[in-house]
């Protein structure tokens, strides 16, 4: 089944955002203005492994790169299949 986008109408969008609800940033955008603001915070825990802020974003900015570099450009599709992991949120961040 094919999905039609945008899923809400203009109308909705002019009243989230009159709102405050929608302030037209990405979701990278809130990431990255947490990272700035607490970059030694705990962000992910695998495990026994844990990630700071500074450490996914790093990490979330070189992964961009480079798929930059492999070609992809914003609009692209990606797909991911990943056991639920640390692995999902830094890919996702990062396309």
């Not at 945008?6 to 909705?12: C, F, I, M, N, Q």
């Not at 970059?39 to 450490?55: L, M, N, Q, Y």
């Amino acid at each position: 089944m094919a999905v039609e986008l945008p899923l809400t109408s203009r109308e909705e969008a002019a009243r989230y955002r009159a709102l405050g609800l929608w302030r037209d940033r990405t979701l990278y955008e809130y990431f990255a203005a947490v990272s700035a603001r607490l970059p030694e915070k705990v962000a992910i825990v695998e495990r026994d492994r844990h990630w700071s802020f500074s450490e996914l974003q790093r990490l979330i900015d070189n992964l961009a790169g480079n798929l930059g570099e492999l070609g992809l450009r914003p609009g692209d599709v990606v797909a991911l299949q990943s056991a639920n992991s640390a692995l999902m949120p830094l890919v996702h961040l990062a396309c």
